[in-house]
């Protein structure tokens, strides 16, 4: 198992949002179930646990394969709206949290999410962490989201540092293959890590 605490000549931590530094899943679960089953979709706990670490985009397409850009655009509003009425409810996990504390203003600290800009900041806001990062990379501001690597790529090109110095925190498959397909040596892997 790959510790938390990052290797000596860490030059920075990128860590993902939903799922790794905030408690999202649940308020996500109910307010996706609610809004795909208003388009004729019943998501199921199985499908949900297997789609949810995807970008929104290939999240909804996998739930409608046949819409069109339009219709998933207006989903994914749907949906976002839902979870940004509720974001008072989640909970940040706090053991990965005190690990940007602990290297907050010694490291660079990046979030790389696959989600939109909207609801990745309203969570940090409501557990009141948004203040420990340096640059926050959505889907909103690359071409693929996760599990392509494009996010990765953003932040450390931004933050100025290459794959072989940082680590990931991830909490999903396809977000650790987004990070590995981005070159990053070192994966923590955050569910191992849960009491």
Known sequence: MVPLEPPPGTRALLFDCDGTLVDTMGVYRIGWRLVFGRHGFEMSDEWFDIWCGHSTKPFIEAAFPDADPEYVKQVSDEGHRAFLESVHLVEPFEHIVEVARTHHGRLPLAIVSGGPRSSV??????????????????????????????????????????ADHCVAYEESGSGMSSARDAGIPVIVDVRLHRA
């Open 121 to 162: 900041v309203g969570s940090l806001r409501a557990v009141g962490i948004e203040d420990l990062f340096d640059l926050v990379v959505t889907a909103d501001d690359v071409e693929a989201g996760k599990p392509a690597p494009d996010g990765y790529l953003r932040a450390m090109s931004e933050l100025g540092v290459d």
